[in-house]
């Protein structure tokens, strides 16, 4: 039994903290994209005060293919959000994955971890409903918050909070807590403010999309053509990245192209984005006059390119830490998951009695990123590599890069969703594979 000077808080063991003021928290998280949103959902939830700052008002436009996978299907179960087709989301079974002249429709398995289902819906909602759950289960959400700079301790050189602008009076205002999450995108200027900066040896990919009208909106299958090539090209050469048709259950499809810049290919992506439109069968409807909105573009930040993910009370998540798949390009759900990740850290560092009890609990979340993806990661980056060889692109395209045991493994490989104890001989060599891959 505890003395009486070792009495364990009535809040289940949480430090001590100052009372709480507008402008003091428990945490602050920076940005309330997916990463931001999931993290600010699962602090505050604890009983975590959480301020959750915004730079813009919602809803706002993110550039984003919009199709979600059973990984991110999960998390968002896991806020207890009603992710039904009542409630305005469209469900997919699978993956189309196309090349050639050959497509073949792979379903999502149905596994322990994850549903046996997708999902698709516009980033300007999405993001939106995700923010509004974190501010349901308690963060302070406030929009039109532009962070400015961290505030550091001078001595120590670690964050105690964040300068920022209110509105379009731009009030400056100081915010203070003791733990500090960068979700602010691949910009993240709060991350390179305290010198936290890109790895240059990890592959940035880009991504450009648009909508156009389709009778084929209500596709099931999120469609990935993988042979993606300038039409121009008298040589057909391939491309290093593929391009997607996405329905999205509104009458529009989402369709845009994601590209390495591994090869230093120099093309414009937007111009190739429509000519690469023109050249759809007929069946999806495409013409200039079906675009609904103009192409817009954004960086893919891959491979945990920004490092490192926690120091001086600053953990990075989401695109702040580059937590694309280098191999797909897909975001959404380990940006869910490294919020969520950093979430359960950062409880647990709180509940410690001392300042450095705190700190070895808050040291584990770059090792979670690391048990997490680093294998996965790296296979990506050696696709990412090998895609970036021209020679080699071209050598792959004459091997028949739609052959289905090729289209197969390639399903397996973009999806990430495997089980330890599958009878599938396949799907036991990728996990072991992701599992044992170098990842440094």
Aim: hydrophobic residues 40%.
């Amino acid at each position: 039994m505890p003395g009486p000077e070792q009495q364990v808080p009535a809040d289940g063991g949480r430090a001590p903290r100052p009372a709480r003021t507008e402008e003091s928290a428990d945490v602050i998280v920076v940005g309330a994209g997916p990463a931001g949103s999931t993290a600010a959902y699962h602090l505050a939830r604890t009983g975590l005060d959480v301020l959750l700052l915004e730079k813009s008002a919602f809803p706002r436009e993110k550039v984003c293919g919009d199709g979600l996978t059973p990984r991110a299907t999960k998390q968002l179960v896991d806020m207890g959000i009603d992710v039904s087709e009542q409630a305005g989301w469209l469900h997919n079974q699978g993956l189309r994955l196309i090349s050639g002249r050959r497509a073949l429709e792979f379903d999502w398995p149905e596994l322990s971890a994850y549903p046996g289902h997708g999902l698709v819906r516009r980033r300007a909602d999405f993001d939106e409903l995700l923010a509004r759950r974190a501010a349901s289960a308690g963060a302070r959400l406030i929009e039109r918050a532009n962070v400015a700079g961290p505030l550091v301790d001078e001595r120590s050189g670690r964050i105690t909070g964040v300068t920022a602008k209110l509105g379009d009076e731009r009030r400056p205002v100081s915010y203070q807590a003791p733990v500090v999450v960068a979700a602010d995108g691949n910009s993240t200027r709060l991350s390179v403010a305290m010198k936290r900066y890109r790895r240059t040896d990890r592959a940035m990919g880009v991504a450009y999309r648009t909508y156009f009208t389709t009778p084929r909106h209500q596709d099931r299958y999120l469609e990935a053509w993988l042979d993606l090539r300038d039409p121009g090209d008298p040589a057909r050469r391939l491309l290093p990245g593929y391009a997607w048709v996405f329905g999205m259950g509104d009458g529009t499809a989402n369709v845009g192209l994601g590209v390495l810049d591994t090869a230093h290919v120099d093309l414009d992506w937007r111009d190739l984005l429509r000519r690469w439109c023109d050249n759809l069968p007929p069946a999806y409807g495409y013409t200039p006059d079906a675009v609904t909105d103009p192409v817009r573009g954004s960086a893919l930040p891959m491979g945990l390119n920004r490092q490192p993910h926690y120091a001086d009370g600053l953990l990075l998540v989401g695109d702040a830490g580059g937590t694309v798949s280098p191999g797909t390009g897909e975001g959404i759900a380990y940006a869910m998951e490294s919020g969520r990740y950093a979430a359960e850290t950062i409880v647990q560092a709180l509940a410690r009695r001392t300042d450095r009890g705190r700190e070895l609990a808050l040291r584990a979340y770059p090792q979670a990123l690391r048990s997490a993806y680093a294998g996965y990661f790296a296979l990506g980056r050696l696709a990412a590599d090998l895609l970036g060889r021209p020679k080699l692109l071209g050598a792959a395209g004459a091997a028949g890069l739609g052959h289905p045991a090729l289209l197969k493994v390639a399903f397996r490989l973009m999806v990430n969703l495997t089980e330890p104890n599958s009878k599938d001989a396949l799907d036991r060599l990728l996990h072991l594979v992701g599992r044992v891959a170098p990842g440094r």
